[in-house]
C-alpha cells in the first residue's frame, strides 16, 4: 500500500481523503441528483463492483439506486473465482475475503455404489485449483458480505458514494440529440415510506442495467432474454446441520440411482453449508412456483438421494427453488447493430439484467463483477475525457461473447449433472464422466477462460512469443518478484489497482541493469520524454506521470545485484505535492525462492519484453522493448490527442 | 475463521456477537462503574493489548481510562516485532498490518569511508528476519494505528469495551483485609470539560498500571524504577522527504566520524520514513529539555552525519528530542518480595510503568504488549474462577526477568550504536561490529528470545528431546500443515486465538491413524471420559468440552490417507446451542509443499508427542502421548479444583 504522499493523515489508510467539499459525514449525497454522470440501477454485484470503481473519481458523479430498502443480509450467490479473487485484491479486499471464507480445495465425488445402488459411495477426488493456476483460493462467501466489502470501498473513496435505497429505475429514454445527460430516467419510490410509487426524474449521461433478470433497464432498450429452459426445479438452502456424511467440509457433487443430485458447497464460518438439491422435473409451460415447494421438501429430496447417509437440519438460514434457465440478450448496449458506426451507446445492461443460468457452476455473481470490472474503466475513461464514448462499444462487444460461452458451458454442464449417472458413464473411461468434465472446466468455473478477441485495446498476438505465459487477450497472470528498494518478496500483478489506469510491466533482457541502452533505459527515456510517448501525451499537467499508464521494470538480477540509485527516471519518479520520491516501480527475480518469474510467465530471458495490461487486469499487448512506435500507435487508438 | 456455530448473523464476522443487554451502542459502557473486575490505567499498547483480551470475557467487567481526550493520532513507538505480529494474529488483525505496514527485509550498515573519512558509505546489509525465524514478518507501523485496531478488537468484542478519555489514575489504595474490590482508585478528570480536576472514586478487584514512565500506579504501591541514563541527547523525527541517499527504504545503521549516529526507519505507506538522530552530550545532571531542541536542529544534525548525502525535508509529521536511560522496578506487581506465600498481588505495572530504555531496538511497544499479553490471561483465569489467584505472581517472576534482559541487551546496544565507529572494530573482525552485534541481537529483537524460566505453568524440560524445535518456556513456534477436513494449507500455530484457552497440540507417531491405541486415540479416550482428566475437569457444564482447553492432532500421512470420521471424538466435538460438530481439529502433513513440521520443528516422528501451550502461545509443556498423569498433575497446579 502507498499512501501519506501529500502529507501524513491518520487513520485507517482504507478511508481515502475526501474529495472536495465531502469531509466524510455526507449525507447530502444520498440526495437525489437532478443530474449524473453514471445513475446504477441495482445494488448486486455488478452495480456495486461498478459503483466501487467509479466512486474513486471525484470528477464523475455517480448514483446507485436499489429498491430494496437496505444492504442485502442473506442468501443468493456465494462463489468467488480465483479471478474475482484478483479483482478483489485490486480492490483492497481480498486478503479479508481470505480470512474469512471457505477453500475450495478438492472436490468429491460421490455415486451409487454398484454393490447397493440405493446407497451412495464417494468414487472421485479433483484438486479444484490447479498448481499456480492463480496466486489466489478459490472462496466461498455470502455475497451479502460482498457487498458489504464494495460497500466499504465506496464509502471510503474520495466520493464517499453511498446507495439510495428504496428507489426502482421504471423507465427511461435516451435522446440522441444531446450530448448533454441525454438518458431521462424516471425512478420509482419503493416501500416502507409514504413516497411509495411517487416518481421522480434523473438525467443521466449513462445508465447501467444491473437491475436482475427483470431489468426495467435492458426493457426500457428493447433487450430481450433468449434461450430456453431445462423443466426442472432444484432446491437449495444455506443450512446449519448435523450429518454422517463424511465430506461436509468439502465440495461435493452427489449422484443418486434415482432420486437426483446433490451439490454440496461448504460455506465461511466453519459450520455452514449450501445444498443444491433436484427436485421434480416440470412440465414444459409450468413454472416452478406453482409446485409450492418449501425448504422441507428440499431437506427430505436431500435425504432420499444422501442415502445411507442422513441431515439433521438446524437451522434454515436461506432457501429458495428455482428452475434452470439459460437466457442471453443479443447486446449489452442500447446500440442497435446497425448504428455502431453512427452511435454510441448511453445505456447499457449488466449480470443477470443481460444473461442468465444455473447457479451451479458458481459462475453468477463472478461473471456479473466481470461484466462491470470491464465497464468501469472505460466509461471513467470516457467521462474524464481520455477516450472517445466509441471505446464504450467494446463493452458489449467483449462480454456479449463471454457470456455466450458461459450460457454455452453451463447448459452443457447441467445436461451432465442431471443425467442418469448410468447414461453419463457412456463414454466408458474410468473417471465418472461428471468428474472429468467438472476438471475440464476448472479454468472456465475459475474465471480465467475469458480470452478477449482482438481490438482497438486487445492486440493481435504478433509478439506472444516474448511472453507464452501471459497470453494477449486473458488476464495478466501474477507471479512473485522482489521489489528492488525494500527487498519485499511480492506479487508482482498485486501493483495493480481497481483505478481505471493502465500498466507497463517491462521485462529486462539479460545483461541489463537498467543502466546502459538499449533496453529498460531506452524504453523509459521515451517514454518519459519523446514527444510522442503515450505516457507524456496522456499525462495532464496536474497530474503525476504515471496518472494513467504506470510503468513498473522486473530485472533478472537478484536485488544485490542492481542498484535502485542508477535506474531512469522514470522508474523513480517525483509524484504529489512535494514531489516525494516513488520506490516501489523497480522490481528482479526472487532468485530465494527460485519462483523465476520469467521461468513461470515463459518471457524471453535474453531479450526481455514489455506487456500492457488494461485497467481490468487484461493483458492488450505485448511487444519488443524496443518497439515504441508500436506502443504509441497502439494507445493512439484508445486516448484521445489533446489529454 | 470459525464462526455462525450458534446460528446466521449477517455482516461482518469481526464484529462478534454483543453480550447480554449491550447490543452494539453501549455508550452506558462508557459511565464510570463504581466498581469494577480490572481497572486499566493508560491507553498505550500495553493497556490496549490487555483491554482487548478482558474484552472478550462477558462475566468480566473492565474499566480502561486515559488522561488524553480521544485516541493517539500519531508518533512514538512504530516497531512490530514477529512475534508481535504472531500474536497480533491471535487477535485477528495480522492480516490488516501486513497489507498496511513496512516490512523490514534487509538492514544496511554505513560507516565512514576510509579514503575520505567526513563522507559515509554503505559498508555491509543483512537479512533481518532469519529463514524459517516466524512465519509474519517484522513490520512497521505508526502506534497510532495499532492502538485503532485494538481499539476496533474492543468494540467488536462481546463487552462492546471502549475507553473512558479524559481520567486519570491519581493515587490508590489496597485494603488486604477484603477479597471484594479491595483497591481504591482515585481518578481525576482532565482537560478540556469544565470538570478538570474533578475526582472519582472507583472499586476494583484489580488494578494494572499501564501509565507511562511517570506511572502514578506505580508510585501508589511504591515501586521505583532504578538504573543509569547515558547522557545523550537523541533526536527522532517522522518525516516526508526527499534525499539523494540510496536506501532510504532499507532500514539503516549510519555511523559517521565525527558528526555521531543514525538510524532510518522506513514506515508504512512508502512515502513516510522515522530518523534516529544523535544530538549532543549532556552533561551529567543535565535534562535535555534545556537544551531547547527543535526539529530543525535535528534535520541540521541528520545533513551533517550523512554527508556526502542530504536530506530535503517536506514534512515534519512527529518529532521529539529524549535521553537514553534504562530503568527498571525491582517488582512489577504490589507484592512485597516477603510476602509472596501470604499475599496475592492486586496491582500490577506494565510496559514504561515498569521499565524504559532506548526505543533504538524497536523494543519499547513489543515488550509493553508482551507483558499485557502474559498478564490477561492469568487474570481472565483468576476473575473467572479457573485459577486461584496466586497464579498472579507468575506475573511478575516472568516479565521483571525478561525487563532485566531487555534493559541489559539494550544498554549493550546503545553503547555500541554511539561508540565512535574507531573503537567500534576493535574485535578485529570484517564485519564492523555494530553490524555483527545487530545480527547476534536478532532472535532479541524479533521478540523471541523470551525465555520463561520452570514454574507452576512451566514445566521441567525433561521431554524436550520429543519436539527439539519446540523450547519449553518460549513461544509455541507454527509451521504449515494440512487442515484434515478441507484440505486447506495452513499455519497451526494460527489456530490459537487470543481468548484465554489452552491448547494441546498432539503430534501422532509413525503409524497412527487416530483409529487404534495407543497414540492420538488413546489420549483423546482418556482427556473426553476419565474423571481425572484436565479436560473433563475444566470444563463447565454449560460450556464447549473445549471452553478451556482447546486439542487438536496432526498425523503424519497425506490428507488421502486419513479418514475424518473415524477420528476420535474429542477431535470431532458436538458445539454450541446445536451441538454442530467441529471439523478444524485434525491436521496432517502438507506433504505436497515439502514443509513437514515434524521435521521443521524436530518432531519425534516415531513416537510423537503432545505439545501444552498456554494462552498466550508459550510452550508450557512437552509429554509422551502416554503420559496422561503427568500432564492431568501439571494442570491441577494451575486450575482450581472445582470448575
Chains 1, 2 share one sequence.
Request: glycine fraction near 8%.
Amino acid at each position: 500500500m502507498q499512501y501519506y504522499i501529500d502529507g501524513f493523515r491518520s487513520g485507517d489508510p482504507d478511508v481515502k481523503p475526501a474529495a472536495l467539499g465531502l469531509d466524510g459525514t455526507s449525507t447530502g449525497r444520498r440526495a437525489i441528483a437532478q443530474k449524473v454522470d453514471v445513475l446504477i440501477a441495482g445494488c448486486g454485484p455488478a452495480g456495486l463492483c461498478l459503483a466501487a470503481q467509479l466512486a474513486g473519481f471525484p470528477e464523475i458523479s455517480t448514483m446507485i439506486v436499489e429498491p430494496k430498502q437496505g444492504p442485502m443480509e442473506k442468501g443468493q450467490a456465494d462463489g468467488v473465482s480465483v479471478r474475482s479473487m484478483e479483482m478483489f485484491q485490486a480492490f483492497g479486499f481480498a486478503e479479508k475475503i481470505k480470512r474469512e471464507a471457505y477453500w475450495v480445495n478438492q472436490t468429491t465425488f460421490w455415486k451409487p455404489d454398484p454393490a447397493k445402488p440405493q446407497d451412495i459411495h464417494r468414487v472421485g477426488i479433483a484438486q479444484d485449483v490447479a498448481d499456480d493456476q492463480s496466486e489466489m483460493p478459490h472462496t466461498i462467501l455470502n455475497q451479502a458480505r460482498v457487498h458489504q466489502l464494495f460497500l466499504e470501498v465506496m464509502k471510503n473513496a474520495p466520493t464517499r458514494l453511498e446507495p439510495n435505497y428504496g428507489l426502482r429505475v421504471r423507465d427511461l429514454t435516451v435522446d440522441t440529440s444531446t450530448k448533454d445527460h441525454p438518458v431521462t430516467v424516471t425512478l420509482e419510490r419503493v416501500g416502507v415510506d409514504d413516497g411509495t410509487g411517487e416518481t421522480v426524474t434523473v438525467r443521466a449521461n449513462y445508465v447501467v442495467g444491473c437491475d436482475g433478470a427483470r431489468s426495467a433497464v435492458r426493457e426500457a432498450i428493447g433487450g430481450k432474454l433468449h434461450g430456453d429452459a431445462a423443466h426442472q426445479a432444484w432446491g437449495v438452502m444455506d443450512i446449519l446441520a448435523n450429518s454422517d456424511f463424511p465430506d461436509l467440509r468439502r465440495k461435493c457433487l452427489i449422484q443418486s440411482a434415482k432420486e437426483g443430485n446433490i451439490l454440496i458447497i461448504p460455506r465461511e464460518g466453519g459450520y455452514l453449508f449450501r445444498m443444491y438439491v433436484e427436485l421434480d422435473k416440470l412440465n414444459p409451460d409450468e413454472r416452478v412456483s406453482n409446485r409450492n415447494l418449501t425448504s422441507d421438501h428440499i431437506i427430505a429430496a436431500a435425504n432420499r438421494i444422501m442415502c445411507p447417509y442422513t441431515i439433521d437440519v438446524k437451522e434454515v438460514v436461506w432457501w429458495s427453488v428455482y428452475e434452470i434457465g439459460h437466457r442471453l440478450t443479443d447486446k449489452f448496449d442500447d446500440v442497435p447493430f446497425g448504428e455502431t458506426a453512427t452511435r454510441t451507446p448511453r445505456v447499457f445492461t449488466a449480470g443477470d439484467a443481460c444473461h442468465t443460468h444455473s447457479p451451479k457452476a458458481g459462475q453468477g455473481m463472478n461473471v456479473s463483477m466481470g461484466d462491470t470490472f470491464n465497464l468501469g474503466w472505460k466509461l471513467a475513461h470516457v467521462l474524464t475525457g481520455r477516450s472517445d464514448p466509441s471505446l464504450l462499444h467494446s463493452y458489449s462487444a467483449e462480454r456479449q461473447l463471454e457470456a455466450r460461452r458461459l450460457v454455452e458451458t453451463d447448459h452443457q454442464w447441467a445436461r451432465i449433472m442431471s443425467a442418469p449417472p448410468g447414461e453419463s458413464e457412456l463414454d466408458g473411461s474410468e473417471m465418472p464422466r461428471f468428474q472429468k468434465q467438472f476438471i475440464e472446466n476448472l479454468e472456465f468455473t475459475g474465471g480465467l477462460a475469458v480470452h478477449y478477441e482482438p481490438s482497438l485495446i486487445v492486440a493481435m498476438p504478433d509478439h506472444q512469443g516474448l511472453a507464452t505465459g501471459q497470453i494477449i487477450g486473458k488476464r495478466f497472470h501474477s507471479a512473485p518478484v522482489l521489489r528492488l528498494a525494500d527487498a519485499k518478496r511480492m506479487q508482482l500483478g498485486h501493483v495493480a489497482e481497481a483505478d481505471g489506469r493502465w500498466r507497463i510491466y517491462a521485462f529486462a533482457g539479460k545483461e541489463d541493469l537498467g543502466q546502459t541502452t538499449p533496453g529498460i533505459l531506452e524504453l523509459c527515456t521515451y517514454l518519459e520524454n519523446d514527444p510522442a510517448s503515450p505516457v507524456r501525451r496522456s499525462t495532464r499537467p496536474d497530474e503525476d506521470i504515471d496518472g494513467l499508464i504506470d510503468v513498473r521494470a522486473v530485472f533478472q538480477p537478484d536485488f544485490t545485484g542492481l542498484d535502485f540509485e542508477r535506474m531512469p527516471a522514470l522508474l523513480r519518479p517525483a509524484k504529489g505535492r512535494y514531489g516525494l520520491r516513488d520506490f516501489e516501480k523497480v522490481f528482479c527475480v526472487d532468485h530465494k525462492s527460485g519462483d523465476d518469474i520469467y521461468d513461470m510467465r515463459g518471457i524471453d530471458r535474453e531479450n526481455g519484453c514489455m506487456i500492457v495490461v488494461r485497467p481490468d487486469q487484461y493483458v492488450a499487448h505485448i511487444l519488443p522493448l524496443n518497439a515504441t512506435t508500436d506502443l504509441s500507435a497502439f494507445f493512439e487508438g484508445i486516448f484521445c490527442r489533446d489529454p
